[in-house]
């Protein structure tokens, strides 16, 4: 299982990435050195134990937040705040949406943001929540929808701003065990149909595999890459058919292994 060097062209860059939170007079190293890219087009999955600076990494090339030393760099420009081509989905779809707009406002108000005028928002709108099969609900409020629809209109809003790069931060760990299924297999359309990079986080082993192509495997904090890994598996993914090959049973055991090596206090052989 070796790990696949980065065709084509690179999208995004992280180098040498490292975070120091500052609290209660205390320093946490919670990110040492974290390099990686991702290629135009690719969907990567970051798996990593709990509290190993998954959230932390997502916040920095988001912009949201800055880095201590090292940097992200989108399209050959060094990230210093929020980039106009990114979207970010987070795991709280319950308070990423705002409860006194519709629906349809939500999804439509960083395109507002985007200055798009008005007839190509309604278009885009529309087209992003038929995408996620909520054309229905556009006058509704998210707290009259369950939570998976709730997580749909947020992956609509994301997909409607027509970024080059989207970011999900575990975003289907709050939701049932159907539903997740049915919003991975969301992902992996609207992956395919509208070719957008995409960078998904998830402590979700099976779910890791299932969806990426590469699968970037991460240390306990002070966190480093322990390992890449390529998903060597048929592009098209079925829940029944994809889980049950013995292929992803291999890849998730080896991913298994490195992320119990990981919370072990493990680290790759060359930063040991
Ligand atoms: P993950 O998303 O992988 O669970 P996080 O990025 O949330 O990990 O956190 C990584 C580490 O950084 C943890 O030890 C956490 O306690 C610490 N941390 C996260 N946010 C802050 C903060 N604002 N101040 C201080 N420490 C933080
Ligand atoms: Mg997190």
């Given at each position: 299982?070796?790990?696949?060097?980065?065709t084509?062209?690179?999208?995004?860059?992280?180098?040498?990435?490292?975070?120091?939170?500052?609290s209660?007079?205390?320093?946490?190293?919670?990110?040492?050195?974290?390099?990686?890219?991702v290629?135009?087009?690719?969907?990567?999955?970051?798996?990593?134990?709990?509290?190993?600076?998954?959230?932390?990494?997502l916040?920095?090339?988001?912009g949201?937040?800055?880095?201590?030393?090292?940097?992200?760099?989108?399209?050959?420009?060094?990230?210093?705040?929020?980039?106009?081509?990114?979207?970010?989905?987070?795991?709280?779809?319950?308070?990423?949406?705002?409860?006194w707009?519709?629906?349809?406002?939500?999804?439509?108000?960083?395109?507002?943001?985007k200055?798009?005028?008005k007839?190509?928002?309604?278009?885009?709108?529309?087209?992003?929540?038929?995408?996620?099969g909520?054309g229905?609900?556009?006058?509704?409020?998210?707290?009259?929808?369950?939570?998976?629809?709730?997580q749909?209109?947020?992956?609509?809003?994301a997909?409607?701003?027509e970024?080059?790069?989207?970011?999900?931060?575990e975003?289907?760990?709050?939701?049932d065990?159907?539903?997740?299924?049915?919003?991975?297999?969301?992902?992996?359309?609207?992956?395919?149909?509208?070719?957008?990079?995409i960078?998904?986080?998830?402590?979700?082993?099976?779910?890791?595999?299932?969806?990426?192509?590469?699968?970037?495997?991460?240390?306990?904090?002070?966190?480093?890459v322990?390992?890449?890994?390529?998903?060597?598996?048929?592009?098209?993914?079925?829940?029944?058919?994809?889980r049950?090959?013995?292929?992803?049973?291999?890849?998730?055991?080896?991913?298994?292994?490195?992320?119990?090596q990981?919370?072990?206090?493990?680290?790759?052989?060359?930063t040991?």
């Amino acid at each position: 299982m070796t790990s696949r060097p980065i065709t084509g062209t690179t999208l995004l860059d992280v180098n040498g990435l490292q975070k120091i939170y500052q609290s209660g007079g205390r320093s946490v190293e919670a990110v040492r050195d974290l390099t990686f890219g991702v290629g135009t087009g690719e969907l990567v999955c970051i798996v990593g134990p709990s509290g190993s600076g998954k959230t932390t990494l997502l916040k920095c090339i988001a912009g949201l937040m800055g880095a201590t030393s090292g940097e992200v760099v989108l399209e050959g420009d060094r990230v210093t705040g929020p980039p106009a081509g990114m979207a970010v989905v987070f795991q709280e779809y319950g308070r990423s949406l705002f409860p006194w707009m519709t629906v349809r406002q939500n999804v439509e108000l960083p395109l507002k943001e985007k200055r798009i005028r008005k007839p190509e928002r309604q278009r885009l709108v529309r087209e992003a929540l038929d995408a996620v099969g909520l054309g229905h609900v556009g006058d509704s409020h998210p707290w009259q929808l369950s939570g998976g629809m709730q997580q749909r209109v947020a992956i609509a809003r994301a997909v409607a701003y027509e970024p080059q790069i989207l970011l999900m931060d575990e975003p289907f760990a709050a939701v049932d065990a159907q539903t997740r299924a049915d919003l991975e297999d969301l992902v992996l359309t609207l992956w395919k149909r509208l070719g957008v990079t995409i960078l998904f986080v998830t402590h979700d082993i099976d779910e890791s595999v299932y969806l990426g192509q590469r699968v970037i495997v991460l240390s306990s904090s002070p966190t480093v890459v322990m390992a890449e890994v390529a998903v060597d598996l048929p592009g098209e993914r079925d829940q029944l058919t994809t889980r049950s090959e013995p292929r992803f049973a291999e890849l998730r055991s080896h991913i298994y292994t490195l992320i119990q090596q990981a919370k072990e206090g493990r680290r790759p052989d060359a930063t040991a």
